[in-house]
């Protein structure tokens, strides 16, 4: 068996409603749905489920609310191989919302209600400060308090952990925050936030990479969507292609990459064989409706590969 590093992810768990939409409403107008659903999601969850299903040691940090929703979402995430011993359930507070149009395109415009995730503060992150410690590394996103984000990383890197930061939804992060994080996982439009640089092209992508260096990231891989991810390390930069297939929605391709590209690292694959299988992940994942219910297990992965030769 593969030895495995372990595993924490910290962030949030939204039940996401789903609307399939011809085209987005505009201000004013109702627009008749084609189909609806209720899905599990949330960023956090999305990725501690991908890593989970891709087989990593993980335990993910996280609050859910007192009501069925969140419980019922707890329970799956432990048959998805997720330790859940330290998410919280808050009293008083309903767990995460998240309402999801999607296009014909298969575009998604997404409004969140925070519930329990706005309820995962410092005083909570201390609570599970060991669980941070023994970790390997510390994968997070940007739906959770920016202080809470900023002591878990603290927390890892004074135990020697990597933090890996997927900074959505994109917003700006302070120099302290980014001199934390050794991997950043932003997409062209975050990229852009955090530094200010277009990313339309691959020279936008390596300017706005180097400035992300130039704050003390080792190392950032910043994803295009159908065109892959640039991958930029000391300096060399590149662009790794992904796989083409038929989109039916995008929500969570981007976590399910995240998820998948850590567990790939916790298993020391070298990191370009790491992008690879998480294009793979996410590539599945697009062939799929929904968040949670679109992310591969470990053997479509592999299968996936080997068809790929
Ligand atoms: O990244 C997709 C996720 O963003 C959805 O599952 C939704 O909950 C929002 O958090």
Redesign the pocket.
């Known amino acids: 068996m593969t030895k495995r590093g372990k595993l924490a992810v910290l962030g949030?768990i939204?039940a996401?409603h789903i609307l399939n939409l011809a085209q987005f409403p505009r201000p004013g107008e109702t627009v008749i749905g084609k189909q609806y659903q209720v899905?599990?999601?949330?960023?956090g969850?999305?990725q501690a489920v991908a890593a989970g299903r891709a087989g990593a040691d993980v335990t993910f940090v996280a609050c859910i609310g007192s009501d069925d929703i969140g419980r019922q979402m707890r329970e799956q995430f432990s048959r998805d191989g997720i330790d859940v011993t330290a998410i919280e359930e808050v009293e008083g507070e309903a767990t995460?919302v998240?309402l999801?149009y999607v296009n014909g395109d298969g575009e998604?415009a997404?409004g969140?209600y925070a519930g329990a995730n706005g309820a995962l503060t410092p005083e909570r992150v201390q609570k599970q400060r060991q669980t941070i410690a023994d970790a390997d590394a510390l994968l997070m996103q940007l739906?959770s308090p920016i202080e809470s984000v900023q002591l878990a990383a603290e927390i890892a890197v004074k135990h020697g952990g990597k933090v890996i930061l997927n900074p959505?939804?994109a917003a700006k992060l302070s120099d302290e925050l980014l001199a934390l994080i050794d991997i950043i996982t932003p997409n062209e439009t975050e990229a852009q936030i955090l530094t200010g640089i277009e990313v339309s092209d691959d020279n936008g992508a390596a300017r706005a990479a180097e400035a992300l260096h130039s704050k003390g990231i080792a190392t950032v891989i910043i994803t295009l969507g159908s065109r892959g991810v640039w991958l930029s390390e000391q300096g060399e930069g590149k662009r790794i292609a992904g796989f083409k297939v038929d989109a039916v929605d995008t929500?969570?391709a981007?976590?399910t990459f995240n998820g998948a590209l850590i567990t790939a690292l916790l298993e020391s694959q070298p990191l370009d064989q790491a992008i690879i299988f998480a294009h793979a992940a996410a590539a599945i994942a697009v062939t799929r409706s929904g968040?949670?219910p679109s992310v591969p297990r470990r053997e479509e992965i592999d299968r996936f590969l080997q068809q790929q030769g």
Do not use: F, V
């Open positions: 949030s939204n996401d899905a599990y999601g949330g960023k969850a999305n995460g998240a999801i998604n997404i969140i739906e959505a939804p929500i969570a981007g976590d968040a949670q």
